[in-house]
C-alpha cells in the first residue's frame, strides 16, 4: 500500500470513529431517558427525539453526498484548496435554521428517533466504506452554512453536526437552557 492511500485509509477511519462516537452518544443519551423527558417539548424548541430525528435526517443526507448517490456532490475547481476544519467550523454561527426537509415532525417517539439514528449511521458508514481516495479530495459540495468543502470535510461536518445536537438534546433533556 503506497502512501497516499495508508493516509486516506487513515483520515476516513478517523472520520468514522468520530462520527460513531458522536452518533452512538446520541443513541446513548435517549436509550437512558424516559419516553416522557426524550419527547417533552419546550416553547419555540425541539424534544431531544425530535433532534434525534433531525440528525438522522441530515445524517442520510450527507450519506448520499458522499456515497455519490445525490446530485449535489460535483467535482471541485482545480484552484480548491482545504481550509483546515477547525477554522471552517468557528464560522458555523451557533444558531442556523434547519432546511425544510430536515425539521422534524410535530411528535417523535424517542423509539423511532434511536431507529433513524442507527440507521443513518450505517448509511454513513457504508458511505465511508465506498469513497475512494480520489472522490473525497476532488468532489465537494457548497452550503452557506460551510461554503465549499470537500467529502472528507462532509465527514467532518456530520460529526461535528451531530456533536452540537447531543449538547442541544441533553439540555432538552435535562431543561437546561442552551448557551
Do not use: C
Not at 444558531?95 to 448509511?123: F, G, N, Q, Y
Amino acid at each position: 500500500m503506497d502512501r497516499d492511500q495508508a493516509a486516506h485509509l487513515s483520515r476516513v477511519r478517523h472520520l468514522r470513529e468520530s462520527f460513531a462516537s458522536e452518533n452512538e452518544h446520541l443513541v446513548g443519551l435517549l436509550r437512558s431517558s424516559d419516553d416522557a423527558l426524550a419527547t417533552h417539548t419546550a416553547p419555540g424548541r425541539w424534544s431531544a427525539a425530535q433532534v434525534a430525528w433531525h440528525v438522522a435526517a441530515v445524517n442520510t443526507r450527507f450519506a448520499a453526498l458522499i456515497a455519490g448517490d445525490a446530485p449535489a456532490a460535483r467535482p471541485l475547481p482545480a484552484e480548491f484548496v482545504e481550509r483546515p476544519w477547525a477554522e471552517i467550523v468557528a464560522g458555523i454561527p451557533d444558531k442556523l435554521e434547519a432546511a425544510t426537509a430536515a425539521v422534524p415532525p410535530a411528535k417523535v417517539s424517542r423509539h423511532d428517533a434511536i431507529a433513524a439514528l442507527e440507521a443513518s449511521a450505517v448509511r454513513i458508514a457504508r458511505a465511508f466504506d465506498t469513497l475512494t481516495p480520489e472522490r473525497a479530495a476532488h468532489v465537494g459540495v457548497t452550503s452557506p452554512v460551510v461554503g465549499t468543502i470537500n467529502l472528507y470535510q462532509l465527514g467532518e461536518w456530520a460529526a461535528s453536526h451531530v456533536e452540537r445536537h447531543v449538547k442541544q438534546a441533553r439540555q432538552a433533556i435535562h431543561g437546561e437552557v442552551a448557551d
